[in-house]
């Protein structure tokens, strides 16, 4: 009758605070008592009320006393001692109450007055609640009722808060966080198995429904595509949320690549219909991302890089397994733009010239500036090693305007000293073409270091120059108004169609190195160089022979009506004194044999 009236109010007081289990509490290894059948410590001296207090309480608990005089090892959720048991145990309930930190173990202690007035203090750090003698036993069954409630509070409150932190707050899945945990310990297990182990990771890109629906109609696509994804794959495969537009599933240790690749292509199917946000219909597309244990990457977390990299080249028609290299080519790129942005910063960006010499009498009538990266430790960097970073982030801008203005600077010195270089061919990027200002700033820093335009040559590969057209174009053709002369370089490399080329404001074609390699010998490459000649004539523009490394070929392009050659044969690229070294030395040569 008691216990049954006891059993109520403890219902009652649960109910209110009581977070509710099922799928989300099963998430958790958390243990909450149940508001009766708790587990209660009784370390009461045989001698005091012992017997009485565990029979009031085994009417709802279940309890638990020291065997052969040790501290039982089982975990309890209260502690009843008197103040004999206090004596004896206070070490161990501190233990005990200090691995439960920050959740509260509550430790009730039976007193007598005489007890209390003398010894309260020696028990504060350890007591919660005290029952004096004689023992009330309504009293005393509604003390432990009420610290058990704080108790179930308590843990109820720790297993809240490892929800929060292991799951997402919208889709209510695992998180990022409890995700590691468990790739974790799958690759523990798939080491001691010696079986392999793959990770996927599913990007469905949802930025357009941000901008389209806003953030709580992204938020609501997300939690779409999270359902979906769940039915699509079943209960037998969890799935985590990674971030805002990723998931991510650990396959289980051992599934073959075949059994992987069904489950992704479930994922798949998520594109097959679209999904509906706020009355519209969204089409989206997964992108899948495979990584493996160990052949890919030996712990949780690279792992799961591996799996995003490979991402990075998936593609609509499948998912993408992880390439090393790959991987190895992003690093690269994002370290090679960070040191970018420093040598920017700090000037470490030298220009060097190559001589160009009409073939005919081998009279130099130009340099090509050609820019060179010096790293703080003195190592040069040539330039194929980083333009495709510097065009991919634009950072080619930066460079080129100083390239151009540093070669303007060299023009003016040179022409001001006669050193005898008159003209300066330069480097353009298409991405350079495309900045509103481009044609602005040639004619600015041209005005600035005051020389002609004649004086200037600006490059562009076949490729970037059919890249061009609108606006970028006319930017193009003032400049070829006011007399600056435009080439396009690597000719015959690119898939240039001869209509368009007549379009383009160019001046001169320069036949790419690669068709100048062994001209003399290779039957194909002296064929293709004839016909570029005479296309070069037939549109009235100069030619150039780029990369003339031996005798042999520079005789043979002459031969051929090529006006200018640039290569190893007459010099390399140099910095500025020992281009002006070459050129005395030239100029003595020239005197001796004159
Ligand atoms: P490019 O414009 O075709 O430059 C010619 C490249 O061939 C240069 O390489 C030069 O050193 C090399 N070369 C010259 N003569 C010979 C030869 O006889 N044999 C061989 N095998 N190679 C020869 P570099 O300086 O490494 O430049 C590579 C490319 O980087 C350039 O190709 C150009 O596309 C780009 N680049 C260089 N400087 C700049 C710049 O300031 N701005 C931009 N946008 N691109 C630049
Ligand atoms: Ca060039
Ligand atoms: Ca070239």
Redesign the pocket.
Known sequence: MYAEKLKQIAQIAWRGSAYEAGSRADETDEHVPEATGGRILLLVEPGGNREQLAGHLRELHQVLLPHDGHFPSEPFDLAIVDAAGFRRWHRQLIDAKLREEPTFLPVILIASRRDLRRRLRLFWDTIDEFVLTPIDRGEFMERVAMLFRARHLALTQRSRLAFVVNHDRLSGLPNLNLFMDRLTSAILDATVLNKPLYVTVVHVPLAHVLTSLGHQGFDRAAAFCAKRMRELLGPDVPLAQLGAEKWGLIHPVGLPMDGVLEVCGRIRRLAEEPIKVDGESIRVSPRVGIGGYPQDASDASDVLDCAISALAGAVDAGPMFYSKSDQDKALRFIRTESRLHEALEHNQFELWYQPQLRLGDRKLVAVEALVRWRLPGGQLVPPLDFMEVAEATGLICDIDRWVLAEACAAVHRWREQGVGVDRIAVNVSAEDVRADDFADVVEDTLDRFRIPSTALEL?L?ETALFEISGKSLDKLNRLRQRGIDIAV??FGTGYSSLSYLHQLPVTSL?I??AFVKDVDTNDTNAAIIRTIILLARNFGLDTVA??IETEAEAQYVTSLDVAVGQGYLYAKPMPEVDLRRWLRERRVAAGAVG
Do not use: Q
């Open positions: 490059e590969t370089d690597d320069k790419d190195k780029e990369g």
